[in-house]
Every structure is written in C-alpha cells, then in structure tokens.
C-alpha cells in the first residue's frame, strides 16, 4: 500500500466519525412509505417469497429499485426492525465505499490527463478529490436521508462501471484491445447499468457518462494513435444524447406534459427553473454555506418565463457561456469540460423533464464528482509551483479540508435529532411553507409526549403554542398549501373551539381545492383530516365533511384516493356494511384488483361471514396480482399474526 493509501483509510474513519454523530437522526419524508410502514419489510428473512416481494416493494420508479429495497430488508432481517440508525450507519459505510472507488477512478484519470507528472502525482490528486467527495456538507442530506440509499447504490455502480472502463480503454490507448477485450469491457458496463437503474433509474445514464470519460480524456486514441473516426462517433453519440434531451425541453410531447397535470408547475417552468437551480447547486458545492442548505427548498420561486424572475435568462445564458468556454478549452484544459458534462448529464434525469419536485440536494452526490476532481486539480497546482507558492500549497489544502470537515459536522450535528434538525431548517429557509410545517410537526410531537419527555404543564403548553405559530407561518408563506389549513383547522377546534373570532380553517380549505391540483403532501393532509375528525379531534358538521368529499370526487372522478376517504370517513362513521360496498364497488369498477380496496372487501366479507365471497374476492386479487408481490398482505388477512409459522 503507498502512502496516499493509508492517508485514504485515515480519511474514511475521519468521515465515518462524523457521520456517526447523525446516526439517531430521525426518518424523514418519503422514508415512512417507503421504509417504516411499507409491510413487505417487515419480514424475517425466513422463505424466499419475503425477500422476493421486499425487494420489488417500491413504488418509487418503474423499475421499482428492487437492488435498494433488497438491501434494506437486510437491514430490517439483521436489526430485527426498521431502524433508522442501522440503516444510516449503513449509508455511511456505503458512502465510505464510494470514496474508495471515486479515489480508484481519479486515480486512472489524473494518471491519464498528467502523465508527465507520474503515478504519485495522480494518487495525490486522486485522494484530494475523494477527501472533497466525502467530506463535503452537501452529501448528508444523501447519507442521512435514509431512503436515499437509492442514490448511494446507483452512484456506487455508476463508479465502479466508469472504473472498470477507464482501466480498460487506458490499455486500449496504448496497444489496442482484441474483440474478446471489448465485449469483456461491454459486458461489464451493461451489468454495471443493470445493477444501477435497478437501485435508481438515473444509473441508466453510465454508459453517457462512459462516452463523458472517451470524449475528454481518451478522444479517440487506439493502439497508441489518434483515430479520428473513433472520436468523431463519441462526440457524435454525445451530441445525440443532449439533442434528445433538449428537443424533449422545447417540444414538450404530450407523454411528458401530462404528467405534469397534479403539478403547481409545468414541464417548461421546471426546466426554466432547473437552469437558475443548477447554478444554486454548483455555488452550494464551490462555497459551501451550510445556512443556504437544507432539507427543504421550496422557498426558492418557480421560472414562470424567460424574465420572471431575470435571473433565469441570465442562468440560461451562463450556461451557454460556460459550455463554449469548456469547448473552446478543450484541448488545454480536458478536465474543465469534464466536469461540466459530467455534472450536465449526471443532472440530466432529476433536474430536466421528469415532474419531480423541484430541489433536493442529493440529486448532486453523483453529479458532482467532475467538480470535485477540478477543485482538487486547482488547490494543487501550487505543489507543481516553486518558492513561495510552493510552501503555502500545504496549508491551503489542509485549510480547505478542515473548514470542510467542520461544516460537515456542524450539518451532521443538525440533522441528529428531529427538533433541532426542523428548527435549524426553518431558521435558515423562514419562507419555506414544509420548513415551517416540519418544525410546527415535531414542536407538536414534543406536546403530545410530554409526560414521556418529562416536560411540565408550562413546557407543553410553549410546545403547543409554538406549534400553532409555525403553522400559521406556513399557511403565510404558502397560502395554497393543504397541510397548513388542515392543521390549523385541527389546533383551532380541539384547543380554541370557544375563541370568539376564530378563523373558518375549513372553509378557505373547500375554497382551495376548487383550483389547487393535490400534490402528494396535500393527500397525506387531507387523509390526517378523515382521521382527525373521525377521532373526534376536529369537530365539523358532517353535512360539510360530505361536501368536501363530494368536490373532490367531482375535480377528481377517477382517484382512488379520493375515494379512499369517503371509505375511511364512513368507517368512522359508523356507516352499514353496504354503504362501505358501495364504495368499494365504486373503486374496483374504476380500477379492477386494486389491492387496499380488495382487502377491505375481505374484511367486510369475513365480517359477515361470506366465505364465497371471500374466495371470489382472493381469486380477483391473484387475477390483477400476476408477480404475487404482495402475498404477505393477503396472508396476513387470513392467518393470526401470532400463529408463527409451521414446523
């Protein structure tokens, strides 16, 4: 092992220690669906039917990333539960793992860009760029997003795929490679992808990445020759990539724009906006103030045109300038146009025509591996300098590495407990409406565990009222958000209901939904409001209830969630067996199998002891059912849950 080696193992328990802080932070977001009360993980490893239906158990893309789920299933079998800390003390050590192969792939490239400067030059370099990588602020909204293992997994993929490549065409440079050599190189990039896009659909975009590394570094070389054709027909097939892509931004076919209909935005504001968004994340990555992160960003404005706001027409026209720069220096300066492509096409999934939303930063922790190999490129070049430039190269890259590593713990140290993780996010994003409902959240979660908090009367009751004021702040910020209206409908009836001026939450919220499309959050929202006023929590007229269900089943005649919270109100109701049926007969009319309306068919059928129909009711679910993905729910509605299993 050389030297940079060891300093390498040292950087990855430095980085590990860091992270290790973080390890009790709290799930978050999409984690619940997908992790915590996803039932197919809630297994114990025992038939190979459980790992089968935990591994294809995400609805997330659809490819359903079944290499992810099926590494959390381990986690869940191993730890007994799902448990956050055992799944980020996983994230970590895969983080750690990428370092390694982002060190081994710097490694060949320097090797490659500088070869006049030798081997120990390019570990050098390659350690400085792995030690940005992994220590950089920006990464632990991967890390700790628990879910995000997605990301890791197709990253570490992509990595691995991209180093097998360049260890293979470095050799083809220098003395060509026969047919079996290049299937061999194929093989291994098409298994790669495979492994890539089935732990997240953007690890589909290695072999562009792969043509990103022949453009810049290899331009065509075979057999220790330049082969014009060869370079040519990689520009091309890249030229063709950005093409599509950018015919897809300005023609917007119609496949695209509608999946744009339950979206406040459209395809071309969210590629106006991403071209401002891409900016923000460079600056994020260049001068990283760990104020302006976050775990939610929807404080920053939509591009709704061209000049609204300017600084899209600016951002747009930067990134034209840089790409010509990049070009034009080629030749001179490989590396820059490097980073710039990698980063382009590493972004060019999440941040382009897909209806996602908006801003999430770890949409950056492949992308920005380019970047990270300039940066360290440039904080080196004094070590190839003389005299005084050469003296001070030490201090600075050390400077840089500790500042690095100081953010990086004040950001893990942010997110290792829920309260302190919302109240720094709503400090520094004030305008962000989930910022503010995250805090409001876990200010109310803290009132509602008093006692086990050890909290007095006084405690509380600041808990309670903070709780209340955040909300309102995010009804301010963001006063077509559901969630704030139905949470302050919430607050205001179970602890306000005699207040003489109190403020009708419910109706701006039926005024609302005449014109809002539901986003996700907005159907979590309105199914805590079922509940709510089925627990008798949120006292309202059940003539107003009915037509809040009754707008939104006509905005939305074919949604089955919709249709849900009639099912769920009337259950809490109290409704007869056959006003249930007749909901149930509604969905399954509208989409035929579908599983949660199916089940609680079952159940009514058990109830009244329809053992017919109960078999006809498995029957239509095996039907629609085809891969059996989820065996375990229907078992469970037939066998106890504390039968265990025969011997």
Same mark, same amino acid.
């Given at each position: ?12 328990l430095?980085?590990?220690g ?21 039932p ?17 158990s ?7 990333r079944p290499?992810?789920?099926?590494s959390f299933?381990?986690?869940?079998v191993?730890?007994g ?5 055992a799944?980020?003390?996983v ?10 192969f ?16 030798g ?9 400085l ?24 997994l197709?990253?570490l ?5 991209l180093?097998?490549f ?20 194929l ?28 453009v810049c ?7 220790? &020759? ?6 040519l027909?990689?520009?091309?097939? %890249?030229?063709a ?16 724009s $509608? &999946?744009?209909?339950?979206r ?5 504001e ?6 401002r ?26 591009s ?9 027409l ?35 999934v999440?941040s382009?025509?897909?209806?996602l939303?908006?801003v ?5 922790y ?5 970047f ?5 490129s ?5 070590f190839f300098g003389?005299?005084?430039a050469?003296?001070?190269a @030490? ?10 590593l ?6 893990v140290?942010?997110?290792? $407990? $829920?309260?302190?993780m919302a ?7 004030p305008?962000s ?12 979660q &803290?009132y ?18 903070a ?8 009804y ?17 009836t ?15 919220l039926?005024?609302? +939904?005449q @014109?809002?499309?539901?986003q ?7 199914g805590?409001?079922?509940?709510c006023?089925n ?12 037509g809040l269900?009754?707008? +939104? ?5 074919e ?12 259950l ?8 249930l049926?007749?909901v149930?007969?509604r ?6 199998? *579908? ?13 009244a ?7 006809e009711?498995?029957r ?13 729910? %229907? ?9 265990g *299993? $025969?011997s």
């Open positions: 092992m050389s030297r940079t080696d060891y300093l390498l193992a040292v950087m990855l430095v980085v590990f860091a992270y290790r802080i973080g390890f009790g932070g709290p799930l978050l977001f999409d984690d619940f669906a997908a992790l915590s009360v996803n197919s993980l809630q297994i114990d490893g025992g038939t190979f039917d459980e790992w089968r239906t935990a591994a294809l995400s609805n997330s893309g659809p490819l359903r290499i992810a789920m099926f299933a381990l986690n869940a191993a730890a539960e799902i448990s956050p800390y799944i980020k003390l994230n970590t050590l895969l983080h750690c793992l990428i370092g390694v982002v060190y081994l792939l710097a490694q060949l490239l320097f090797a490659r860009l500088y070869p006049q400067r081997v120990a030059s390019a570990r050098w370099l390659a350690l760029s792995a030690a940005i990588w992994l220590l950089h602020p920006l990464q632990v909204s991967t890390v700790l997003y628990a879910v995000q293992r997605m990301a890791q197709s990253t993929f992509m990595v691995v795929g180093w097998v360049v260890r293979y065409r470095s050799r083809f440079a220098e003395r060509g490679g026969d047919v079996g050599e290049v299937l061999a190189v093989l291994w990039l098409a298994l790669c992808t495979l492994f890539a896009a089935y732990s997240k659909e953007n690890g589909a975009l290695l072999p562009v990445l792969a043509l990103v590394v022949e570094f290899f331009r065509g070389e075979w057999g220790g &020759r330049r082969h014009a054709s060869l370079r027909a990689g520009v091309a097939a %890249l030229a990539f950005f093409a599509v892509l950018l015919l897809c931004m300005v023609l917007a076919p119609d496949f695209l $509608e &999946r744009f209909a339950r406040e935005f459209s395809l071309h969210r590629v106006l906006t991403q071209a968004m891409l900016w923000h994340y460079l600056a994020w990555l260049t001068l990283p103030d760990v104020s302006a992160m976050g775990f939610q960003h929807d404080d920053i404005p939509v709704r045109s061209l000049t609204q706001p300017l600084g899209t600016l951002a747009i026209i930067a990134w034209i300038v840089a790409a010509a720069v990049a070009v034009t220096l080629r030749e001179r300066y490989p590396l820059l146009l490097f980073a710039l492509l990698f980063f382009l096409v590493g972004h060019s999440e382009t025509v897909w209806p939303e908006m999430y930063e770890h949409r950056n492949a992308p920005v591996i380019g990270c190999m300039l940066f360290a440039l904080l080196a070049q004094p003389t005299g005084n050469r003296a001070l @030490t201090p600075l890259v050390g400077l840089v590495l500790v500042v690095l100081a953010l990086l713990l004040v950001r140290d942010s997110w290792s $407990e $829920e309260l302190r109240g720094v996010n709503v400090r520094n994003h305008e409406s989930r910022s503010n409902y995250f805090y409001a959240n876990a200010l109310l &803290r509602r565990n008093a006692q086990a908090l050890g909290l007095d009367e006084e405690q509380a009751r600041e808990a309670l009222l709780a209340r004021y955040y909300f309102e702040q995010m301010d910020t963001n006063p077509r958000d559901v969630a704030a209206l139905v949470m302050l409908h919430s607050l205001d179970q602890f306000a209901a005699d207040a003489p001026a109190r403020r009708d939450w419910l109706a701006e039926e005024t609302l +939904l @014109t809002r499309e539901l996700a959050s907005d159907r979590n929202a309105l805590e409001l079922i509940g006023v627990a008798g929590g949120c006292t309202a007229d059940e003539t107003r209830i009915l269900l009754e707008q +939104l089943e006509a905005r939305y005649p949604n089955l969630t919709v249709l849900g919270y009639r099912f769920t109100y009337l809490g109701s109290g409704a007869s067996p056959e006003a049926q007749q149930i007969d969905a399954l009319a509208l989409r035929p199998g *579908r599983r949660e309306f199916l089940v609680r068919q079952i159940e009514l059928q058990a109830a002891n329809d053992v017919d129909g109960m078999y009711s498995v239509q679910w095996l039907l629609y059912d085809k891969r059996r993905l989820r065996l375990h729910t %229907l078992q469970a509605l037939f066998i106890p849950a504390d039968s *299993r $025969e």
